[in-house]
């Protein structure tokens, strides 16, 4: 595989996890876009927020969206909000995993909240999947599904799908 596999979805779409898995089924290496900035600043993503802000972060997302131009062959996922720095380009394949808010919502839980600060209010939470979703479709090469799916069926799915 020449091409970088990007995942790109709402908060708990299982981007990360999803990620994790395909890149050690394809033997390849896994980046985190998340992780990156936070390795980066030495700040958790809520503390990095809560310090900077939004706008601060979203540049973050930008320098990282240039940088992965120059490899090839890696499984990325990225932030809820990443597919804004995000080209689509002949180096990328764009994957979105896709899941209803209310699917994401209860998967997460009150302890995946606490990690998401734009998940800390319901109805914030829902405007912002309701202004994404499109922006999703639209950014993504291909769309999965990933209700009722293990990260295992997913990861076979999406070998199939690769070739």
Known sequence: MSKNVIFIGFMGCGKSTVGKALAKALKTN???????????LGKEIREIFAEFG????RKEEQKIAQE?????G??????????????R????LIIYLKANFEFLHNRLGKKGF????????????RKLFEERFMEYEKKAHLIINVEGKTPKKLVAELIKELG
């Not at 896994?30 to 980066?40: C, G, S």
């Not at 939004?54 to 972060?57: I, L, R, S």
């Not at 499984?75 to 809820?80: E, W």
């Open 89 to 92: 380009d002949e180096n990328s």
């Open 54 to 57: 939004e706008d601060f972060f």
């Open 30 to 40: 896994f980046l985190d876009t998340d992780e990156l900035i936070k390795q980066r």
């Open 68 to 72: 992965l131009k120059c490899l090839n």
């Open 74 to 87: 890696v499984v990325i996922a990225t932030g809820g909000g990443f597919y804004k720095a995000l080209q």
């Open 114 to 125: 606490a990690k998401r600060p734009l998940f800390k209010d319901k109805e914030k939470a």
